[in-house]
């Protein structure tokens, strides 16, 4: 009886540790989650810079035989990369500390 009792007692104790460890855990995931989506909807309301309105709507009057090997040398990602590249640093540059 007294075996049972203290195996019965040593696996709700480490029920409980386990529980506990879990939600250990589970708080800065908690936090991180929420500190992401925080950021994310930050970004999100950001206003799209009037360069990128008008660096789409200069880049329409470029003929067929050069849309070939710009399209051929990804020069439409390049260009979304340094438009991206532009951003993060007027991002970063009203960081105080950083920028």
Not at 67 to 87: D, N, R, T
């Amino acid at each position: 009886m007294f075996d049972s009792l203290m195996a019965w007692l040593s696996e709700t104790f480490t029920e409980i540790l386990t529980w506990l460890k879990d939600l250990l855990l589970w708080i800065p995931r908690k936090v991180y989650e929420e500190v992401l989506d925080g950021m994310a909807s930050f970004f999100e309301s950001l206003p799209v810079p009037d360069f990128i309105i008008q660096a789409s709507s200069a880049l329409s009057g470029i003929s067929g035989n050069v849309l070939f090997f710009a399209q051929k040398f990804a020069v439409g990602e390049g260009i979304i990369l340094i438009l991206s590249a532009y951003i993060l640093r007027f991002i970063l540059r009203r960081i105080p500390f950083i920028g």
